[in-house]
T-cell receptor, first 109, second 116 residues
Framework: QKEVEQNSGPLSVPEGAIASLNCTYS??????FFWYRQYSGKSPELIMF????GDKEDGRFTAQLNKASQYVSLLIRDSQPSDSATYLC?????????FGAGTRLTVKP | KAGVTQTPRYLIKTRGQQVTLSCSPI?????VSWYQQTPGQGLQFLFE???????NKGNFPGRFSGRQFSNSRSEMNVSTLELGDSALYLC???????????????FGPGTRLLVL
């Protein structure tokens, strides 16, 4: 079992829809959770981080964390074509950061 | 603040050669992590340095090594290059609190290595 799992996609949504990206992790001691966006040929850039159970909203983005279920998600409201990218889930422990393989999102005009 | 910088941005080497990549973290960041990214494997953790000490290491052969200097700049070295080492090598820096845990990592633009 991989330590951080994501659906590889591709996930395709129409412009204006809600995109839902999911991530599960295996280490119950994980303390911090991050979502990165990576455009083709570019390096990952941070979208959001979340440390506590519940929801955290930032503009069109909402991160949701459920430590009991070892599950973290990212919702993108009013999806735009510019949101088309690979989204990486990252889980931080005491001394390291583990990344999922990423979900490729395509937003169609 | 200036972001994470990596040099060189592109590199072409031949099998058997060795290569050194450099990373300068964001000012004030003392943790530097290195990753290898390939289309098939995604982001693979290589190692992390904090205050000139390697704190954690991924599952890579000994041909991959690194070090960190007193100014937090880091280098990674790959010896005896193989075709499979062709990848994007990413460096990320973070500010670790004294309480431990992983703070946000900020990535550099990467070094794209091609081994022929």
């Amino acid at each position: 079992q991989k330590e951080v799992e994501q659906n590889s996609g591709p996930l395709s949504v129409p412009e204006g829809a809600i995109a839902s990206l999911n991530c599960t992790y295996s280490d119950r001691g994980s303390q911090s959770f991050f979502w990165y966006r990576q455009y083709s040929g570019k390096s990952p850039e941070l979208i959001m981080f979340i440390y506590s159970n519940g929801d955290k909203e930032d503009g069109r983005f909402t991160a949701q964390l459920n430590k009991a279920s070892q599950y973290v998600s990212l919702l993108i409201r009013d999806s735009q074509p510019s949101d088309s990218a690979t989204y990486l889930c990252a889980v931080g422990g005491n001394n390291d950061m583990r990344f999922g393989a990423g979900t490729r999102l395509t937003v169609k005009p | 603040k200036a972001g994470v910088t990596q040099t060189p941005r592109y590199l072409i080497k031949t099998r058997g050669q060795q290569v050194t990549l450099s990373c300068s973290p964001i000012s004030g960041h003392r943790s530097v992590s290195w990753y290898q990214q390939t289309p098939g494997q995604g982001l693979q953790f290589l190692f992390e340095y904090f205050s000139e000490t390697q704190r954690n290491k991924g599952n890579f052969p000994g041909r991959f090594s690194g070090r960190q200097f007193s100014n937090s700049r880091s280098e990674m070295n790959v010896s005896t290059l193989e075709l499979g080492d062709s990848a994007l090598y990413l460096c990320a820096s973070s500010y670790l609190t004294s309480g431990g845990g992983q703070e946000t990592q900020y990535f550099g633009p990467g070094t794209r290595l091609l081994v022929l």
